[in-house]
């Protein structure tokens, strides 16, 4: 309790960080970015504490040590925080927070809490958890990548909206077996991406005051200052309709996916039916944005600097040749291609704070009190940005990744997570965004827009805020990389997989 807490507090000191104020500690200090969280690290260090409302929230801007406290096997920091403006909308169930029973009878409350976590782990891992796994898959990856070839040449102006709708359609065709509406929006792929927003805005560290003083969850709509009541009811709603939708046309379809396979296994329990439901819901919402994301900040890239694309393409000419766009198969052939997918990720980033974890018990970590209860926030971003580590870390450079001395891969410095809350869906995103940047190399040319002068229009490199980030708007003119390009993407684009 309380008393114990003291206790160690004054064997052990919580990691230093801003001086907070009475009672309510840290409550105007809490930014909203990451790049505040890394000013902090560099005047206090690797690990830094404030409180917010006697809440503590351990922020680590060290890679090294965000893998030593995060990376054990253990389950110490296994658990998600409540975010209390989350669960309002309905979102705990996607971040496998909290459960309704016991993994047994008489398991403790650590099993309790774990328990809804491991088995959307093992339903994901199930079908995507690994490359071999995926390979099953390929055909459907490339189908789609071609696609996002055709929607981007098609209206080259509305080039991100080509690439949400064609990420989007993959992640549901293999989560529900459904296919979207081509012609205009789809009403689903549109759902996800309100979705996503939506997610993004009610985890923002330190936005939602209930999220430092729940009780709040409690006052009445009409109450002053319940404003987040009114947005939360419109979340629930996205919330709630994410889930149920897509699942209402699986049951109507005799298709194969995820969510199929799972729901044809006879005698399913209500708990068993919610935790497909949610864990389907988790998998789309979670591996559309990311991919979305990286795919839009290759155009970024292959608009900023022209040399990386000619780079790029000189590699897939060599290796694939004019005559064909290039498959999965080719992967191990484009060390180029590959070092740019890694440096995509680094170079902005998309989740700059990965996903909070909660200290499930007590610890000290280099002679330092991290409290139970704690919740312990990584800075991926500056730990992509550390300059100890990458040379230049703002500038866009794949060539940082290939030669005898290659830098450190960013997925070893917890892009995808840490521990037992390595993501689940990694290995599906790794291949789509290799296809997608793949398929974009060998068969578009992208370069700066020009303004109504004719001058060249310098695009802004930064990413929004959120838990998942986007690069900012830009504009660019996308090409076909000759005729025949055209020819090759009507062929593969003909029928379905």
């Not at 200090?29 to 006697?54: C, H, N, Q």
């Not at 991406?193 to 993004?200: A, K, P």
Request: with cysteine.
């Amino acid at each position: 309790g309380l008393y114990f807490y003291n206790l160690q507090k004054k064997k052990f000191p919580l990691p230093p960080g801003p001086t907070g104020y009475p009672l309510i500690g840290n409550v105007f200090d809490m930014p909203s970015t990451w790049r505040t969280f890394a000013e902090w690290g560099e005047k206090y260090g690797g690990i830094v504490s404030v409180t917010l409302l006697r809440q503590p929230y351990i922020i680590i801007n060290d890679s090294a040590i965000a893998t030593s406290v995060l990376g054990g096997g253990g389950n110490a920091y296994a658990d998600r925080p409540t975010f209390e403006m989350a669960n309002i909308c309905g979102w705990d169930r996607v971040l496998s927070r909290s459960v309704s029973f016991p993994l047994t009878s008489g398991a403790n409350s650590n099993n309790s809490i774990l328990h809804r976590f491991r088995e959307y782990r093992k339903l994901i891992g199930r079908v995507f958890g690994s490359r071999v796994s995926m390979e099953k898959f390929h055909d459907m990856e490339e189908y789609h990548a071609n696609m996002l070839l055709k929607r981007v040449l098609e209206d080259p102006e509305a080039f991100e909206s080509a690439i949400r709708k064609s990420t989007g359609a993959l992640i549901l065709q293999l989560a529900y077996g459904y296919r979207i509406k081509e012609n205009g929006s789809d009403p689903i792929v549109d759902l996800v991406d309100r979705g996503m927003r939506q997610f993004s805005d009610a985890m923002r560290p330190g936005k939602f005051l209930v999220d430092v003083l729940p009780i709040l969850k409690y006052i009445p709509s009409w109450f002053p200052g319940a404003g987040f009541q009114h947005l939360a009811k419109k979340y629930r709603r996205t919330c709630k309709e994410a889930a149920d939708i897509p699942l209402s046309f699986v049951q109507g379809q005799a298709g194969k996916s995820y969510a199929a396979d799972l729901l044809s296994h006879p005698n399913l329990s209500e708990e068993q039916y919610l935790d497909i439901k949610w864990s389907a819901a988790s998998f789309y919402m979670g591996g559309t944005d990311t991919t979305v994301s990286i795919v839009i900040a290759y155009f970024l890239a292959a608009t900023k600097n022209p040399e990386i694309q000619a780079k790029a393409q000189t590699e897939m000419d060599r290796v694939v040749g004019r005559w064909r766009l290039p498959t999965l198969n080719d992967r191990a052939s484009l060390p180029y291609t590959e070092a740019l997918c890694h440096e995509l990720r680094r170079w902005l980033t998309i989740v700059p704070l990965g996903l909070p974890h909660r200290a499930m018990q007590d610890d000290v970590y280099e002679g330092y009190f991290i409290p139970k209860n704690a919740i312990v926030i990584p800075n991926v971003w500056k730990f992509m940005h550390d300059p100890a580590v990458y040379r230049e870390p703002f500038l866009c450079d794949p060539d940082r990744f290939l030669g005898p001395e290659p830098e450190p891969d960013p997925v070893n410095h917890g892009l995808f997570g840490y521990g037992r809350r390595l993501c689940p869906g990694m290995h599906l995103a790794d291949v789509s965004i290799w296809i997608c940047v793949a398929k974009a190399v060998a068969g578009l040319t992208i370069s700066r827009a020009l303004d109504a002068s004719g001058a060249p229009i310098d695009p802004i490199v930064d990413i929004t805020d959120g838990i998942v980030s986007r690069p900012l708007p830009f504009r660019c003119t996308v090409k076909p990389r000759s005729e025949q390009v055209l020819k090759w993407i009507e062929e593969a684009t003909q029928g379905t997989t």
